[in-house]
Nanobody
Framework: QAQLVESGGGLVQPGGSLRLSCTASGSIFTFYTMGWYRQAPGKQREVVAT?????????ADSVRGRFTISRDNAQNTVTVYLQMNSLKPEDTALYYC????????????WGQGTQVTVSS
């Protein structure tokens, strides 16, 4: 059964770093664009970064230069990483992993989310 499981969230001081991981179980994810989204309290979910099946990244303006997305494609599992540096309090949110089949047809998948809190 295809599923996404995130890990790596936590509490960090401003200026610190965290690395989030998303394990996507299922060979279909090899063809998927994978991404990280976040949702802060009282705000809409927003895209943070995405990476195509070929490894091309794209970033939200608010994180470009500070965050790096990468992926490791194995036979039946894709692992997606989000390296977050120079964290700011405004990065505090619940971070979700996403699998999107675009440009192919198929189901979209979401993880359960992992909390990132940036505070002194």
């Amino acid at each position: 059964q295809a599923q996404l499981v995130e890990s790596g969230g936590g509490l960090v001081q401003p200026g610190g770093s965290l690395r989030l991981s998303c394990t996507a179980s299922g060979s279909i994810f090899t063809f998927y664009t994978m991404g990280w989204y976040r949702q802060a309290p009282g705000k809409q979910r927003e895209v943070v970064a995405t990476i195509t099946s070929g490894g091309s990244p794209n970033y939200a303006d608010s994180v470009r230069g500070r965050f790096t997305i990468s992926r490791d494609n194995a036979q039946n599992t894709v692992t997606v990483y989000l390296q977050m540096n120079s964290l700011k309090p405004e990065d505090t949110a619940l971070y979700y992993c996403n699998g999107n089949p675009y440009p192919y047809t198929g189901s979209e998948y979401w993880g359960q989310g992992t909390q990132v809190t940036v505070s002194s």
